[in-house]
Structures are given as C-alpha cells and as structure tokens.
C-alpha cells in the first residue's frame, strides 16, 4: 500500500468524504460522495473521479451511466488528513436530477427553495431507469 | 422542530456534513465540518457557522477562540438531502494550522505536498495552548 494513500485518515468503514469542486471559475460546489482507498486509487490512475457507493457498496465511476465524468485536475487533503477535495473539470451535469450541482436548494425564509434549474430533463440523461444516484453517492 | 429542520437527511448520530466555501471569489472550498440539528438552527439565528465537534461532543462556534468567525451568506442543501454547503464571509484564517483554507496539502506524484502557505503562526492566534481545531471540527 502506498505512503500517499495512507496518509489519509480512512475512518472506521475504511471511507472519508470528497467534496467535488470546479476547477474552473465559478468554482462551484457540485457534489459531496465518499471513496475508500481503491476509489481514490483508481482516481489517480485514470484521472477520472471514481467514488465509492454507500448504498450500493460497489465502486462508482462518476458518469459511467450517463457520461458526465469528471476529469480531476488536482486532488488535495485537509489538515485532519480526514477529508477530500477534488477540483475538476465537469463533463455534463453533475446532478443526477439533472442540474449541473447537487446543491440546487437554498434555505429562504424556513423553507428550501429550489435556486437552480433542471438544466437537462433526468429521463434523457438516463432514461426511464433510476438515475445515477450523485450526492452521496447512491 | 421546524419542517426545514426535518427536511435534512440526518444520519444515525444526527449529523450531516458540511462544505464551507467562500460566497466571493476565488470561492475556496475552506474545510468541511458536522453539524446536528442545534448547530444548524444556530447558524441560521445567528449568522454565523455553528458547527457540532465529534471529538469534543460539544457545539463549536467557528472563531470562538480565534475570532476568525464564518458570517453565512447561504445554506445550500443538496440532493440527496444529506449535506450541506455554506457560503460564507471568512474573517481571517479557517484553518487552525494558520492558512486560509484547510484543503493546503496537494497531490504530486506519490507524495502529499503543501501548496498553500501558513499565512499566520497559530501560535499569534491561539497562544501555546492547542489550536482551535478545524476541518472535522475536532
């Protein structure tokens, strides 16, 4: 196993969590998912995002279904060692609800309302199967 | 408890993560924390980031002791409902080890290189005692 990929603070499922930024202005936020240490080995191997799937518990090539992979231009660790962030170039949306970021809801008042449009309709991106789950990571 | 409150996918401790980014340009992601639903009702009555330590078991105002406070300009919540991102107005420096950011550490090769310097001895913020801590909030 490698120095690296020991360096990081793998909690007690053996995962940590990954923020996906855009490496590109507006550098938005587009997603928070996990990886364990294959996922982020196999990140550094192709220079795609792969994650790991809580729900699943399988590997997650991001875009694998629908293409929007995203291309990580640099991968950087925080100072607990205990979280990721990827700052990549995003292929297509990255939301699974077809936005280009899953953090399309704003707090306003005392509801969540929604700041961002569907910018491509799900059932095109996936069609009528269940979409790419993205956040968390299915 | 307030239906935006309910709203957010809790996990089994009553936690979820949350994604702190600068609201202006260049919109560094500054580190990632937990909050509880205590923490986040505080954030939003006060303006400020409240988040919840896992180590310490206790409710942490970011810049209790540093000063260095997050003024929230919006709540995002995302998807899957489980996560949350702040965009926020940092005063000072959100990193405990006396950088900007918590994400300093870069990739290169097979090694984890700092990329950011310390913009301030923590030690001139914190005194000889232990920094706040940041990133997983301690």
Known sequence: ?????EAVRWNA???VPVVAQEAAP???VLMLAWMNREALARTVATGRA???SRSRGRLWAKG???????RVREI?????????LLLVEQEGLACHTG?????YRRLEGDAWAEAEPVARDPRAIYGEQDGE??????
């Open 50 to 52: 792969v994650y790991w």
């Open 1 to 5: 196993m490698s120095g690296w990929l």
């Open 13 to 15: 499922e053996g995962l």
């Open 133 to 138: 789950v993205s956040g968390d990571g299915g």
């Open 76 to 84: 950087r660790l925080d100072c607990d060692g205990d979280t990721l």
């Open 64 to 70: 694998e279904r629908s293409g929007h992979v995203q």
């Open 99 to 103: 936005r280009r970021s899953c953090f």
């Open 26 to 28: 507006p550098h938005r």
